[in-house]
C-alpha cells in the first residue's frame, strides 16, 4: 500500500470515529437538549411577558382627581327587620398631613408593608413572582408581594377577593396612581385611609380610639403598634387580643430594627414597654348590637370576607337578627338582676335565642355591659349548669325505653361515695318519671343516671352538640361539668323541633353597594338525633316545670317548656327554655366565680328574664302549641304498688313495706300535676312536723376510686 492510500484511509478512519461519536451524543442528549430548549423558551417568553406587561404599565394613563377621591367607607349591617344596627365608620376622622407623622411611623410602615416603596413604581414584579412560587411551594398563600401603592388601590378602588383576576386590576390601578402623585402622596393617602380596626380608619383614628391621644404624641412602641395593624386589623387589635397585639408590635420593631431604623437601646426599650390603652371608644356603646355584630364578623370571616373588606366595601349586610326581641334584652337583664341586689360589676349574665326551625340567631347577649366587657359569655364562658343538665339524663332514659309515667323512687341514694340530696333534704317516695323532673329531684336523677349509664348520657350530649368536657362520673347528672351557654341551648332545641340538631347562623345575605346579592345563606345544617317520640315526651314533662314545677317564674301564658339550673353556692344560675318556634338559653353568674345571694336560682332571675325577652319575641306567632303526638301524664296516688326505675325487687318490697307504715292518712288521689305538687306539700309537711326524715342510706365499703363530690346543688322545690 503506497504512502498515499494509508494517509486517505487514516483520514477515513477518523471521520468514521468523529461521526460515530457526533451519532453517540445527539441519541444520548437528545431528551435533554430539549429540556434546555424548553426552558431557554419558557425563560424568553417569562421575560417578554414581564417586558410587555411594564410596557403596559407605563403607558397606562394618570387617575383625574385622585387628590379629591374620597372612598365609600360605609357597610351597614341590618337586623331581619330592617333596622341598622352597625355602620363601619370612622370614629373620628382627621386628615393628617404627611409632615405632621412621626418619622418613626412612616419607618414602621414602610418597614413592615413595603421596604422598596420609594423604588418601584407602585409594583415589584420581581417580589410578585417571588411570592408566587413560595405560595405554589407551600400549596397555600403563605406569602404576599402587594406594595403600599397595590394596598391603597385596593383601598379606594377594589375589594380584598384573592381572585388573579382582582391582582391583575390592582396592578393596572397601582400603576396609574403612581403616575398621578407623588410617593409622599401615596404615603400620605395610604395613612389616612387604611382600616386599622375597632373602627378606626387611617392613623390619626388609630392614635385616638386605641391610646386616646394624639398621633404626634404616640411614643415608638405604639406606633409600631399601629403599623402592625393592616395586615390583620381585627386579629391584631389589642382590644381584642393583647397579646397577638404586642407579638405583632415586637415584629414590627425587629423588622426596623433590622433595616436600622431604630438603635439597640430603641428597640429594647419599645420591645419592653407594656401597652397602655385608653377607654373603649363611644364608637362600640353606639353599637345597638355588639355582642352579636361580633359574632356576625367572625362567621363573615369564616365566609371568606375579612374585617377590612367588610368595613370598606360599602356592603349591605343582612342577619337574622330580631331587632325587636333585642331591644328587649338589655332592660330585661338590668331590671331583674337590678332586682335582686345583683348590682356589682362581676355580676353578669347572657342570652342566647335561635329558631329550632331554620337556625336563625334571633337575640344575642354576651354579657351585661359591652363597654366594659367585651368577653363574649355565650361563646366562650364554660360554666356549669346544674339541674338544666337533667333533661339530658332523661332524654337518655327515654331513648332507652323508659317513659314519662313510669316510677322513680325518690330516697336517699348511694353510688359508691357520691350521696346526693335533695333540698331541704325532702323525699316523696314513689314518683312518677315526670314529676322527678317537675320537681327537679337530684336523687332521681342519680337513680336515673345509674340505670341508664353515663356512656349513654354523655354520648348524647355529644349527639346534641355538647363538646365541652364531660367527666365520666355520676355527677354529671347534676351539671357538675361547664358547657357553653351557645351548645347548650343548641342541644335543647332538639326537643323542639323532633328530635333536629339545627346549626345557629347569623348571616342572611350580604350585598353589594348597587344591590348584587354576593351571598345569600343556604339551608342550614340539620341532623336527627333523637326521636320524635323522645323529643314529644320531653317537651311534655318539661312543660309541666314550667307550669307546675321549678320554673313557674317563667310562665307567660304560652305553650313553653324549660328547666332551671342553679349550681354550688349560687354560683351560676341557669334557665333554658323553648317554645315551638324559638329556644332560649339564660345564664346569670359571677365572673369571678363567687357566690351570689341564695334566692338568684334558675328559677328567680334567670326564668324572669327568659319569660320577658320571650313576651316580645313569641309576639308573630300567637299561642301556637307544639305538634306533637298527645303525651299524656297519668295521675298517681300515693303508695301506688308498681316496679321502680333501677330497684331490685327486695329493695321494692322494703320501700313498700316502709311507705305502708309511714302513710297511714292516705292522701286524696291526685288528677293533675297541680295537685300532685300540692300532695306532696301536704306529705312533707307532715313529715317535718313529725321530724321522720329519711336517714341516707349507709356507705358500701367498697375498693373502687371515690366519685367527686358534684358542684351542683338541688333546686328548691316550689
Known amino acids: 500500500m503506497s504512502k498515499y492510500d494509508k494517509v486517505n484511509r487514516n483520514r477515513y478512519a477518523r471521520e468514521m470515529a468523529r461521526s460515530n461519536i457526533s451519532r453517540k451524543t445527539k441519541k444520548s442528549g437528545g431528551f435533554f437538549s430539549t429540556l434546555k430548549f424548553l426552558f431557554i423558551m419558557g425563560c424568553a417568553c417569562g421575560l417578554a411577558g414581564i417586558a410587555s406587561l411594564q410596557l403596559y404599565l407605563s403607558s397606562l394613563p394618570p387617575i383625574e382627581n385622585l387628590e379629591e377621591f374620597k372612598p365609600n367607607i360605609v357597610t351597614k349591617i341590618y337586623s331581619a327587620d330592617d333596622e341598622i344596627i352597625k355602620t363601619f365608620t370612622a370614629y373620628t376622622y382627621e386628615k393628617v398631613e404627611l409632615k405632621d407623622v412621626p418619622e418613626n411611623l412612616k419607618k414602621a410602615l414602610i418597614a413592615t408593608e413595603d421596604k422598596n416603596f420609594y423604588r418601584h413604581h407602585g409594583y415589584d414584579l420581581t417580589g410578585l413572582a417571588r411570592s408566587t412560587i413560595q405560595n405554589i411551594l407551600a400549596g397555600r398563600v403563605v406569602q404576599g408581594a402587594s406594595t403600599l401603592t397595590q394596598q391603597l ?12 383576576d382582582r391582582k391583575l386590576k390592582e396592578l393596572f390601578i397601582a400603576a396609574r396612581i403612581e403616575k398621578t402623585i407623588s410617593k409622599d402622596q401615596i404615603l400620605e393617602m395610604y395613612m389616612n385611609n387604611v382600616y386599622l380596626g375597632s373602627g378606626a380608619y387611617g392613623v390619626e383614628g388609630a392614635a385616638q380610639i386605641y391610646f386616646d391621644k394624639h398621633l404626634k404624641d404616640c411614643d415608638l412602641s405604639e406606633l409600631a403598634l399601629i403599623a402592625g395593624l393592616p395586615q390583620a386589623p381585627s386579629v391584631y387589635s389589642p382590644f381584642n387580643n393583647m397579646d397577638l397585639a404586642i407579638q405583632r408590635r415586637n415584629q414590627v420593631l425587629t423588622r426596623m430594627y433590622k433595616m436600622r431604623y431604630i438603635t439597640t437601646d ?9 401597652v397602655k390603652l385608653g377607654p373603649v371608644p363611644q364608637y362600640y356603646t353606639t353599637n345597638k348590637a355588639p355582642y352579636f355584630c361580633d359574632y356576625a364578623m367572625k362567621e363573615l370571616e369564616k365566609l371568606g370576607f375579612d374585617e377590612t373588606e367588610i368595613s370598606q366595601g360599602g356592603y349591605k349586610v343582612v342577619t337574622t337578627l330580631d331587632y325587636k326581641t333585642q331591644k328587649a334584652v338589655n332592660p330585661a337583664i338590668e331590671k331583674n338582676m337590678i332586682n335582686y341586689g345583683l348590682k356589682a360589676e362581676s355580676n353578669q349574665a347572657a342570652i342566647f335565642a335561635f329558631s329550632p326551625i331554620d337556625g336563625k340567631i334571633i337575640a344575642y347577649a354576651g354579657g351585661r355591659n359591652y363597654a366594659k366587657s367585651q368577653y363574649d359569655r355565650v361563646t366562650q364562658a364554660v360554666r356549669p349548669p346544674g339541674s338544666s343538665f337533667k333533661p339530658i339524663v332523661y332524654a337518655a332514659a327515654l331513648e332507652k325505653g323508659i317513659k314519662p309515667n313510669d316510677m322513680i323512687e325518690d330516697r336517699p341514694i348511694t353510688i359508691g361515695s357520691w350521696s346526693p340530696h335533695n333540698y331541704g333534704n325532702k323525699y316523696r317516695g314513689k314518683i312518677p318519671v315526670y314529676t322527678a323532673l317537675m320537681v327537679s329531684s337530684n336523687v332521681c336523677a342519680a337513680r336515673m343516671i345509674q340505670n341508664v349509664g353515663v356512656r349513654s348520657v354523655i354520648q348524647i350530649a355529644r349527639t346534641l352538640g355538647i363538646t365541652t368536657p364531660l367527666e365520666y362520673d355520676y355527677t354529671i347528672a347534676l351539671g357538675s361539668n361547664g358547657v357553653k351557654l351557645f351548645e347548650f341551648t343548641r342541644a335543647y332545641g332538639a326537643f323542639a323541633n323532633g328530635g333536629y340538631v339545627v346549626q345557629p347562623y347569623a348571616i342572611e345575605r350580604v350585598e353589594t353597594s348597587r344591590g348584587k346579592v354576593i351571598y345569600r345563606a343556604p339551608k342550614t345544617k340539620i341532623s336527627h338525633q333523637l326521636s320524635m317520640n323522645t323529643a314529644a315526651e320531653m317537651t311534655a314533662m318539661l312543660k309541666t316545670v314550667i307550669t307546675h314545677g321549678t320554673g313557674r317564674a317563667a310562665n307567660f301564658g304560652k305553650p313553653a317548656a324549660g328547666k332551671t339550673g342553679t349550681t354550688d353556692d349560687n354560683k351560676d344560675a341557669y334557665f333554658v327554655g ?3 318556634n324559638i329556644v332560649m338559653g339564660v345564664w346569670v353568674g359571677n365572673d369571678k366565680n363567687i357566690a351570689m345571694s341564695k334566692i338568684v336560682q334558675g328559677g328567680t332571675v ?4 327568659w ?6 319575641a313569641t309576639e308573630p306567632y300567637g299561642k301556637v302549641d307544639f305538634n306533637y303526638p298527645q303525651v299524656e301524664l297519668k295521675p298517681f296516688a300515693a303508695g301506688s304498688n308498681v316496679k321502680i326505675i333501677g330497684e331490685t325487687e327486695e329493695e321494692q318490697q322494703q320501700a313498700e313495706s316502709q311507705q305502708k307504715e309511714e302513710v297511714k292518712e292516705e292522701l286524696p288521689q291526685a288528677s293533675t300535676p297541680a295537685e300532685v305538687v300540692q300532695n306532696f306539700n301536704k306529705l312533707n309537711e307532715q313529715k317535718d312536723t313529725q321530724t321522720q326524715q329519711p336517714k341516707p342510706a349507709p356507705v358500701p365499703k367498697s375498693t373502687a376510686a371515690p366519685v367527686p363530690i358534684p358542684m351542683a346543688v338541688p333546686e328548691s322545690v316550689h
Do not use: G, Q, S, W
Not at 388601590?153 to 388573579?164: G, I, Q, S, Y
Not at 430603641?266 to 407594656?274: G, V
Not at 334567670?606 to 328574664?609: D, E, G, H, K, S
Open 606 to 609: 334567670p326564668a324572669l328574664i
Open 153 to 164: 388601590a385596593r383601598v379606594l378602588f377594589l375589594n380584598n377577593e384573592r381572585t388573579f
Open 578 to 580: 323553648y317554645t315551638p
Open 611 to 616: 319569660k320577658d325577652i320571650m313576651k316580645v
Open 266 to 274: 430603641e428597640y429594647n426599650k419599645a420591645k419592653a414597654e407594656k
